[in-house]
């Protein structure tokens, strides 16, 4: 859990522009010419992405708590597109199954 405050300054921080990972990786686009979203067949963009354990070290001392806990009683997290024949892993769907 993050104050709203530490995300904000986080965002306005130089530092943490250096925290961006970049990736290249297929993104869908919409084709102009005939209207339809195009799912490219190789990597065509750029992607820059931020972690939230990268900013673990900027929380000031004495402010940071970890809690270990059973995966499967106690974390549902939502990392990936929910498969098209499958429940995927870490998807809204296996999310939504663990939390009922």
Known sequence: MFKAKFLVELAVNSESSS????????????DLQTMEIVTPEKENAWKFELFIQNFLPLVADGKLGVLEVERATEFA??????????????SPASSCALML
């Open 19 to 30: 925290l961006y990972h970049k990736a290249f990786k297929k993104i869908s686009y919409c």
């Open 77 to 90: 997290p939502i990392k990936n597109a929910d498969g098209e024949k499958h429940v995927a892993v870490d």
